[in-house]
């Protein structure tokens, strides 16, 4: 059965709009216009915007959940101000071609299926020399259980099939070398995940970059929360004392034409170098100083702190109000979601472009998909969710109705005729009207189907300042707000209806999202993951992907 991913990407183009001193926007001063926008939201769909301050407890098949009211003040529901400032931006952002302002910090990740390399670790005082090392398996259970990962023991070994291993005692021959507890592998009473790694001799890489290093200790984090945290926090402790002290650590290595990837583990997942800013355009990078700032970043602000430490920020000259309910009575039932997690930014294939099949964030030429975005539930059914019964990992939530409506304004302080129209634009998706099927995206559960709304500017006002004072607020007239053109892949994004009919749904074999990612991975090649199908963008004419990945 096909499906539509709920959320898809617009396309990056390369920053057309350019940069320039924040003075040159607001150079005709006697143009500026002050002033407010008088704006109303109704929900097409419930929307969720949650009171995480002090949730209470509900009941469903005698298990306790988490249970969060609608945000409200005083009795009366709200939307904050801020929640409506970040999606407008965002689409100020994609309308206008201006930089990608996100604080998105994270990394790439993904497993390769690739085996990785059996190698040792030195600290010298210029830095982390790779070594080639021998794995021998301790199939036989040599090694004490007091023993930890990183010490030292001498060992006698066996070799059957071209495969080493640890002998059950110790005979004729002995070599000294460094335990590694991490790998499980089966062995004739259970599972052991002991192993011993011992220098060949030969150096892989004398002086590795610092930035590998970086990575291999965001693996470490990812493994302290993982089910192997206990053996992980001796590694890791170890691997500080070792940085701190000097001398050796087992580890396993890949390396490709992107580099080093390094683990405690062998079938590891390899976190790559490069996070999302490292790939945008040059172009698109976000802001960082005044003297450079493209035009979201000259109208909402920005602030900056770059790996120098070099800082930056500018004023806004909008301000959104929170948005107020005009009636009381508006708030649904509360529901139990299925399981909502953070984006995944190990699926590269939906996150990430490349001419090839193979690719991974630090292939040379890999761009971003582009700026994301979810699709409109044009036929959301609250009531058809399936929940999931995992009090750790989902909650009750209290909707909005569909048809709820809230009102609120945006200032606008010293700007010029164009950034107005374009602030309209954003807001109104350049349709001001109710019956309007190009509609934003805003709260809680925006994958499941929540949040679409519509907002309608209803008045305008503008306050002219002279002889040191400001005049009383003058009205302008609605055909005086000019909406900017928008682009076609855009619209078709904020369509309300542009996946009416079409099965929303995170990919998924057998209800499992895990299993349809990996029949999507066939075994890696070169040490580049290879994939057989990837994320439609909002370009493409067919927006949906199959069941089965090979089809």
Known sequence: MAFVNPYSFIPLDEGSAGKKEWSEYYKDEEGLLTGRLDCRLVARNPVIIPDQMDPEKKSYKDKKYDAYPFMTVAGKPMIPGSSLRGVVRSLFEAITDSCVYTNDDYYFSSRTNIAKTAGMLERTKNGWRLLAANRYADKDGFIPESKKTGEKIAFSWYEIRGKLYVSRELQGRQIDGYILKMNPMRTETGYSSHSIFVPTGDTVEETLEEK?????????????????????????????????????????????????????????????????????????????????????????????????????????????????????????????????????????????????????????????????????????????????????????????????????????????????????????????????????????????????????????????YSDDFYKPEVAIPPEELTAVNIPGVIKKAMDYNAAEGLNIDYPRVNGRIFTWFAKNRPPADRGKARFYKKLPLATNRDITLPEDTKS
């Open 212 to 464: 590998y290093i970086d990575v291999f200790k965001e693996n470490l984090k990812k493994y302290i929360d993982g089910a192997a945290k206990e053996k992980a926090k001796i590694y890791k402790e170890r691997f500080e004392k070792t940085e701190k002290e000097g001398g050796m650590i087992p580890v396993w290595y890949e390396k490709s034409e992107g580099g080093y990837y390094l683990a405690p583990s062998q079938l590891s997942r390899n976190i790559y170098t490069r996070k999302p800013k490292d790939i945008l355009p040059e172009k698109l990078k976000p802001c960082i100083r005044r003297e450079s700032l493209c035009p979201a970043c000259a109208l909402f602000g920005f602030v900056s702190k770059t790996n120098s430490g070099e800082t930056g920020a500018m004023g806004s000259r909008v301000r959104f109000t929170d948005a107020w309910a005009t009636e009381k009575n508006i708030l649904g039932e509360y529901t139990l979601l299925p399981i909502l997690s953070s984006p995944r930014t190990s699926s590269l294939e939906f996150y990430l472009r490349y001419g090839e099949d193979f690719y991974h964030a630090d292939t040379p030429g890999v761009e971003l998909s582009g700026r994301k975005f979810y699709w409109h539930h044009s036929g959301f059914n609250m009531k058809a969710l399936k929940p999931d019964e995992n009090p750790k990992m989902t909650s009750f939530m209290q909707p909005a109705d569909a048809g709820s409506e809230f009102c609120f304004n945006v200032y606008f302080d010293r700007i010029t005729k164009g950034q107005l129209d374009q602030l309209y634009t954003a807001i109104t998706l350049g349709e001001n009207s109710e019956d309007s099927n190009l509609c934003l995206k805003i709260g809680h559960g925006k994958p499941l189907g929540f949040g679409s709304v519509k907002v309608i500017v209803d008045k305008a006002y503008k306050r002219v």
